[in-house]
C-alpha cells in the first residue's frame, strides 16, 4: 500500500514537471483540436430534414410539371427548407389571381407540419388577413382526421394550397 502511494506521489510531482515544462502547447493543441472538431461536426452533419428536402424537392418538380397552375422558387439553393409557392387558379371564383405564400419547413420536419404564409393580400374564408392559412393538413391535430402526418410531404402541402382555390373552399368553415 505505501509503495502504491509513493508511486502515485511520484507519478503527480513527474507529472506536474511536465505539465509546468509545457503549459504553452497544451492549451494550444487542446483549442485547435477542439476548433478543427467543432468546424467538422458543422460541416458534416445534415439534418434528417434536409435529407428529406432533397428528395422531396425533386419529386415537387416532377409533380409541378402535371399542375401548370403551381410554381415553386426557392431563393437560396442552400435554404430548401424555405421556398415561395406562387399558385394561379385557372377555375373557380379566383381565376386569373396570382397567389403567393412563404414555406418554411423546420428542423422537426416531418414529425411537425410546414408553416406557411400567404403574402398576397385578399379575401378568402381560409385564410386570414394576416396571411394565417386554415388547411387541416398543416395542423397537427385536426377535427376532419387529415391532419399533419409523418408520412405526408411537400407535395400534398402544395396541392393543398392549390386546391383551396377550387375544390376546398369553404364558406361554412371560415377562418376569415
Not at 509513493?6 to 485547435?32: C, H, L, N, V, Y
Amino acid at each position: 500500500m505505501l509503495n502504491l502511494q509513493r508511486r502515485i506521489r511520484g507519478e503527480r510531482s513527474s507529472g506536474s514537471a511536465t505539465a509546468s515544462a509545457t503549459p504553452a502547447t497544451a492549451p494550444q493543441s487542446t483549442d485547435s483540436r477542439s476548433s478543427d472538431d467543432a468546424a467538422a461536426l458543422s460541416s458534416g452533419r445534415v439534418s434528417i430534414r434536409d435529407k428529406l428536402l432533397v428528395q422531396e424537392v425533386q419529386e415537387l418538380g416532377n409533380s409541378l410539371e402535371e399542375v401548370p397552375s403551381c410554381h415553386v422558387h426557392f431563393p437560396s439553393t442552400s435554404a430548401l427548407h424555405q421556398f415561395e409557392l406562387t399558385v394561379r387558379p385557372n377555375e373557380g371564383l379566383y381565376e386569373g389571381g396570382c397567389f403567393k405564400f412563404a414555406v418554411d419547413v423546420p428542423l422537426e420536419y416531418n414529425n411537425v407540419p410546414p408553416k406557411v404564409k400567404c403574402l398576397t393580400r385578399t379575401w378568402h374564408p381560409n385564410i386570414s388577413e394576416e396571411g394565417s392559412v386554415c388547411l387541416s393538413l398543416l395542423r397537427q391535430q385536426s377535427l376532419d382526421g387529415y391532419g399533419w402526418m409523418p408520412t405526408r410531404r411537400l407535395r400534398d402541402v402544395v396541392l393543398g394550397l392549390n386546391s383551396l382555390f377550387s375544390d376546398l373552399l369553404d364558406f361554412d368553415d371560415p377562418l376569415n
